[in-house]
């Protein structure tokens, strides 16, 4: 019997789907566990697993189409089957707009099913990418890409706008890049005449990515609901630093600040169970593990990738991890399990030079880390010599629903502590 294949929720936040391939046409038969398309979420680009035998007899929802989670797209059943009672039913459950007509008389047309419904896009629609160069695009505002092509493109200051797709809808990816840079692809004349006609005192539109509007749907929830306070102190990085670099001249792999943060923390969250915990309704669980999320930042929004029981890991392990991790956050590969959950959270922005900032937690964790840059100051000694040291500024931002204050305050000054002597950790 012919059933409907609805669109899959995907991802914990993920609401539609942006269909990005077919892996099967009208005609094929599939079975259970078979990868029948490639879906990107709110997050990135997932398989869609099948769960039934049969043939596609109708593929609903094509290449470049937007499904809402529960939509049909596809319709499987035996071959030769009649299924005109189930298109009727997509058809009757699709939106539906009105037709010209006279005054007194008034119809209804669905959509067909085939076609996602048209939308009007604004006349200064642009890419966030390209915002800069105010660079439109010809069908709807937006160049369609890949991130890793996006990143490749900045890598190399190629005009994505002069990259010729061959991936679903025309989608831009890293081998059409490669392939511009390769034949010496260059700005033409006209695009540049094109681009000097964005003036910057004119607006330009930007629409929502998906990612985008998750993010800030989670962030001022968590700003709203959860009572943040904040904590501030400034700690000495010499002695991590040299551990570092000592670390660094024998290991095969190069081991980051954040590895060595995030092993520290882990290491002073053992000994402060409630700063590891999340506030339900009814009570406050203190994790047993120790999942550790970095924000990375993504063209089209933030992701926070998670490093798993880090309690039982060492520095080497984490960082193998972390490598894994960011690059595939970079390119829109991140699995569900991979970036949610986090039980406590680092945002750093001391790679761009800010000294120090505030944080909004990420949910459902209780507190997140804001970490500065690292840079030489004048300290002060007890007995007034002044020394200059490398100086770091770290704020909590915590759930006082949660968190009360004097444990906030313990908990980073014990942190303070193991970071400033880093044999600790192995006490």
């Given at each position: 019997m012919a059933e409907k294949i609805p669109m899959l929720a995907l991802s914990p936040t993920m609401s539609e789907g942006h269909i990005a391939k077919w892996n099967v046409k009208e005609g094929d038969k599939v079975s259970s566990g078979d990868i029948l398309l490639e879906v990107e979420t709110?997050?990135?680009?997932?398989?869609?697993?099948?769960?039934?035998d049969g043939v596609v007899l109708k593929i609903l929802k094509g290449e470049g189409s937007e499904a809402a989670v529960g939509e049909p797209i596809a319709i499987i059943g035996e071959e030769g089957e009649d299924i005109s009672g189930l298109l009727e039913e997509v058809a009757a459950d699709l939106p539906v707009k009105k037709a010209p007509v006279d005054k007194d008389e008034t119809t209804v047309e669905a959509d067909p099913v085939d076609e996602p419904e048209e939308k009007p896009e604004p006349a200064t629609k642009v890419d966030e990418n390209d915002a800069a160069s105010?660079?439109?695009?010809?069908?709807?505002?937006?160049?369609?890409?890949?991130?890793?092509?996006?990143?490749?493109?900045?890598?190399?200051?190629?005009?994505?706008?002069?990259?010729?797709?061959?991936?679903?809808?025309?989608?831009?990816?890293?081998?059409?890049?490669?392939?511009?840079?390769?034949?010496?692809?260059?700005?033409?004349?006209?695009k540049a005449a094109v681009a000097s006609l964005i003036k910057t005192t004119e607006d330009v539109e930007i629409p929502h990515s998906k990612v985008r509007r998750i993010v800030a749907e989670r962030l001022a929830e968590s700003k709203y609901t959860a009572p943040h306070y904040y904590l501030k102190l400034s700690v000495e990085m010499d002695d991590l630093m040299q551990a570092r670099s000592l670390l660094n001249k024998t290991a095969d792999q190069k081991v980051s600040v954040n590895?060595?943060?995030?092993?520290?923390?882990?290491?002073?969250?053992?000994?402060?169970?409630?700063?590891?915990?999340?506030?339900?309704?009814d009570k406050i669980v203190e994790h047993g593990n120790i999942d550790i999320g970095l924000a990375v930042a993504q063209p089209d929004g933030l992701i926070t990738p998670?490093?798993?029981?880090?309690?039982?890991?060492?520095?080497?392990?984490?960082?193998?991890?972390?490598?894994?991790?960011?690059?595939?956050?970079?390119?829109?590969?991140?699995?569900?399990?991979?970036?949610?959950?986090?039980?406590?959270?680092?945002?750093?922005?001391?790679?761009?030079?800010?000294?120090?900032?505030?944080?909004?937690?990420?949910?459902p964790g209780s507190a997140i880390l804001a970490v500065g840059a690292i840079k030489k100051e004048p300290v002060v000694r007890d007995d007034d010599t002044?020394?200059?040291?490398?100086?770091?500024?770290?704020?909590?931002?915590?759930?006082?629903?949660?968190?009360?204050?004097?444990?906030?305050?313990?908990?980073?000054?014990?942190?303070?502590?193991?970071?400033?002597?880093?044999?600790?950790?192995?006490?």
């Open positions: 709110d997050k990135a680009t997932m398989d869609y697993e099948g769960t039934y105010g660079r439109e695009d010809e069908n709807d505002g937006v160049v369609r890409s890949s991130p890793l092509a996006r990143k490749i493109a900045k890598q190399h200051d190629l005009d994505l706008g002069l990259v010729t797709g061959s991936g679903p809808s025309g989608r831009i990816v890293k081998a059409d890049v490669e392939k511009a840079i390769a034949d010496g692809v260059k700005p033409t004349a006209t590895a060595f943060l995030i092993k520290l923390i882990a290491e002073t969250l053992k000994r402060h169970r409630r700063v590891n915990s999340t506030w339900y309704e998670v490093v798993r029981n880090c309690e039982q890991k060492g520095i080497k392990e984490i960082e193998s991890d972390l490598a894994v991790l960011i690059e595939k956050a970079r390119e829109g590969k991140l699995q569900p399990e991979e970036y949610t959950g986090a039980t406590f959270t680092i945002s750093s922005l001391g790679s761009y030079g800010i000294e120090e900032f505030t944080a909004i937690i990420n949910p002044i020394e200059i040291r490398q100086t770091m500024k770290l704020t909590l931002s915590c759930d006082h629903r949660t968190i009360d204050g004097a444990v906030g305050a313990e908990f980073l000054k014990d942190l303070k502590d193991t970071i400033e002597s880093p044999i600790r950790a192995l006490f």
